[in-house]
């Protein structure tokens, strides 16, 4: 009785029997992976120019050590070997934006190995990870290598934005060190990060390109954001949920992000800066948005947006951290069966009793 | 324009081919294969044996219960056997075989010249019994017993659903616009014997020209016709009544609880024959269409007919088929071959194309939540066909109200790991029901 033996063997001549419906819209997993594949690909050129070539290894490291380690544990535990779907390359991908641009060779195959045979391999397989594979891979290898996670490359690009110095030397692997924003903001103070990029505008202006230091992809919110719209328009995510989630950031670090010589006073944050700086644009419209790992009704993907801001503003102003997108997507991909279990829609029928004409 | 609150799909119609298209009445076939169940309940009962010669028109098999409706000939001929042959919903199963005699007799004084409006309730509910009509929309519940609700309840709406939602059908259709009058009129019966006086009739917004003729048929009448969006499933009955009257029928509960009836535009139709003109149930209008008809048209077909007799008067095909679905293709029963033969519920026959089958294999789950958002019963259907694929029937039904699911396959339409979903939920009801009636015989 199972469905898909119903399907093999038939010759055109032969009528098909299967169970209805006989039609089906367009949309595939295949197709959704690589369009949201697709939609990252412009932040990711952008890290080539930004960081150089040192970005492109990276990137390259990672996608193929996704896929290689996805196609081996499939051959090995003798299954349909699926890597064309597009999911591997796409976890290896997210993974390489989030991991500095500048890192030894073996630390994103480490990460493959973690995101795909443990986060993803271990729990059954694409549709069966309880928490996003490529978070799990860039979690590992930060607990694992502390100090090389947190050498971040400079931009080469100008501080006005000024590309041609950056072409002529993408092809070099010559690396410079420095601070990622964030970084700044936490061991100096919002003054000193100010002054880092010259003037307030400058500074947003270098987080809204991408100029700045970071993790590879995360940089250039722009070209983030216009990837996630066209998700958005697609269909494949909700708009809530990036909303949500940058707005919980936006409105808690304004309330509780601004410090004078020291003290907190309420209401003086920068939201701004914590809405497009960090991780917080990749992780919105990628992470939080990752269809396996978050729950299924928008009310709920909702309240997992809240829950990811909310904790992204803990680590970021009173952790450890200087950033905590990773964690709190981690986090909050743990609360989601949890949250799938007591948010569901309302059952048709279920209006008491009826009676009020139209 | 009225429209489903929540989810729905709306896949392209594909109306197009048969939409303009005037009726054509199919020449009676050689042979005919009439059913003897063609409605929900028990088959009925042949009173005619082989070699006996029969009228168009004339009962060839009764009711065993006062409940299951009778089935007539639906040509003059001779009854060459009773015997098992290919019945679109159940398999073989037994048919009185009809052997034409290309004259196509009425029975004699079988028609009679009647007005409803001197006739009685219980003599018109009579009337529709002894005339095999059951809900021509897909079901084929007996009309009868829809028109006799329990005393207690009290219906105040009647809902005639014109919406025909499922792609490329276009009989209900073509039915609003060839036969207005006798619609109108069966609407009026039925309102009389239900003893309500209001009534909607809904229609979806891409059958304008219906819309429009409706309209103004009833004017002077307190039939209000009413435009819909165009979106699947809002055919559905209990979909049809929560769009129009605001009312949603409880979880296993029946229309008439929230005091509406649902009737089709086809039994309508059937109606105000019967009453008026005593004729019975014994030909349809049935859309033949899909991309391999040469030529796709409605027809009036005899009950009986074989599907291959239908497709050969529309030119044959032209190119190899993949299914031919009984039905619409979102809800339709897929045919194991043309022999099967044309019911009191057949609304159309679709064929698909081999090239248009879905082959790609079903994967697992990736939680996308799309047949959460168009699921209109408010269900999860990702999780519910999870748990029939490891066994779990009994808790999809106590937990996940598997019972309440309506089968309109929106969640399938969607699903980007294409995992029949309707497909599990069936094999859980059925392995449920399974259960229950071992339980039953366990312990009597």
């Known amino acids: 009785m199972d469905p898909k033996d119903n399907k093999v063997n038939q010759t055109p001549e032969k009528l098909i029997v299967t169970s209805s419906p006989h039609v089906h819209d367009t949309e595939s997993v295949t197709k959704i992976m690589w369009i949201v594949n697709l939609t990252l690909l412009p932040a990711a050129v952008f890290s080539v120019i930004n960081f150089g070539l040192p970005a492109l290894v990276t990137m390259l490291l990672c996608i193929a050590g996704s896929v290689a380690f996805e196609a081996a544990i499939q051959y090995w535990r003798k299954k349909e070997i699926t890597v064309s779907d597009g999911s591997a390359v796409l976890t290896g991908l997210l993974m390489a934006m989030c991991l500095p641009p500048s890192i030894p060779w073996y630390i994103p195959l480490v990460g493959s190995f973690a995101a795909i045979g443990i986060a993803k391999h271990t729990m059954g397989g694409l549709g069966h990870n309880i928490f996003n594979p490529a978070h799990i891979g860039r979690a590992f290898v930060m607990a694992s290598y502390p100090v090389a996670m947190t050498t971040w490359a400079v931009t080469r690009i100008g501080k006005e934005g000024d590309f041609s110095g950056a072409m002529g030397k993408i092809a070099s692997l010559d690396v410079v060190t420095g601070a990622t924003p964030l970084g700044i903001l936490k061991q100096q103070g919002y003054q000193a990060l100010v002054d880092s990029f010259g003037s307030q505008a400058a500074m947003y202006k270098a987080l809204l390109i991408g100029n700045r230091g970071g993790s590879l992809g995360e940089t250039s919110a722009i070209l983030l954001i216009i990837g996630g719209l066209i998700l958005i328009a697609k269909k494949y995510i909700k708009w809530q949920v990036p909303v949500v989630m940058i707005g919980t950031v936006g409105i808690l670090t304004w309330i509780l992000g601004g410090k004078v010589d020291g003290k907190l006073v309420l209401f003086t944050g920068d939201p701004i800066l914590h809405m497009i700086s960090g991780g917080l644009i990749i992780g919105a419209f990628f992470m939080a948005t990752d269809m396996v790992t978050t729950p299924i009704t928008t009310k709920g993907q909702i309240i997992f947006a809240v829950g990811c801001g909310v904790i992204t503003v803990l680590i970021r102003l009173y952790g450890g951290y200087p950033e905590g997108v990773c964690y709190s997507i981690l986090l909050m991909n743990a609360v989601t069966p949890l949250i799938d279990r007591y948010v569901y829609p309302k059952k048709f029928g279920s209006i008491p009793e009826p009676a009020k004409r139209r | ?444």
Not at chain 2, 43 to 61: N, S
């Open chain 2, 1 to 444: 324009m009225l429209k489903i609150k929540k989810g729905g799909v709306h896949p392209h119609d594909e109306k197009e081919s048969t939409e303009h298209k005037k009726i054509e009445t199919l020449p009676v076939p050689s042979k005919l294969f009439i059913p003897l169940r063609q409605h929900i309940g028990e088959p009925a009962v042949p009173v005619v044996k082989a070699g006996d010669m029969v009228k168009k028109g004339q009962v060839i098999a009764e009711s065993p219960d006062g409940r299951a409706t009778p089935v007539h000939s639906s040509t003059s001929g001779k009854v060459a056997e009773i015997g098992n042959y290919m019945h679109p919903l159940y398999g073989l199963s037994p048919c009185v075989v009809v052997e034409s005699d290309g004259l196509d007799e009425w029975q004699e004084n079988l028609l009679a010249e009647r007005n409803w409006e001197t006739l009685s309730n219980a003599e018109m509910i009579d009337i529709i019994f002894k005339n095999g009509i059951v809900g021509m929309g897909g079901a084929g519940f007996p009309t009868h017993i829809k028109l006799s609700p329990p005393k207690d309840k009290n219906i105040d709406t009647l809902i005639v659903n014109g919406a025909e939602c499922e792609p490329y059908l276009t009989s209900d259709y073509r039915m609003m616009i060839e036969f207005p009058d006798e619609i109108i009129k069966g609407t009026l019966i039925t309102m009389k014997i239900l003893n309500v006086q209001t009534c909607y009739i809904g229609i979806e917004h891409n059958k304008p020209d219906a819309i429009k003729l409706m309209t103004e048929k009833c004017k002077g009448t307190s039939i209000q016709i009413v435009e819909l969006e165009t979106r699947y499933p809002q055919g559905a009955e209990k979909m049809m009544i929560k769009v129009i009257t605001g009312r949603e029928v409880p979880s296993g509960k029946l229309p008439m609880d929230v005091g509406c009836a649902v009737q089709n535009i086809g039994t309508l139709k059937a109606i105000t024959e019967a009453v008026e003109k005593n004729i019975p149930l014994i030909e349809r209008v049935v859309t033949v269409a899909g991309k391999t008809v040469k030529d796709p048209k409605n027809l009036m077909v005899k009950l009986g007919t074989p599907f291959k007799e239908m497709f050969e008067y529309c030119g044959g095909f032209i190119a190899p088929n993949g299914k031919i679905i009984m039905g619409g293709p979102m809800m339709g029963m897929a045919q194991v071959n043309l022999e099967s033969v044309v019911i009191k519920a057949a609304s159309g026959i679709v064929s698909i194309a081999d090239n248009d089958v879905d082959y790609q294999p079903e994967k697992a789950c990736i939680r996308c939540g799309r047949c959460v958002e168009v699921c209109t019963m408010g269900l999860r259907p990702n999780i519910l066909s999870i748990l029939s694929e490891k066994g779990q029937h009994q808790t999809a039904q106590t937990d996940y109200d598997l019972m309440d699911c309506v089968e309109c396959g929106c969640c399938y339409y969607v699903c980007p790991s294409r995992r029949n979903i309707v497909h599990y939920i069936r094999q859980s009801k059925a392995k449920n029901a399974m259960l229950r009636a071992a339980a039953k015989t366990g312990s009597k």
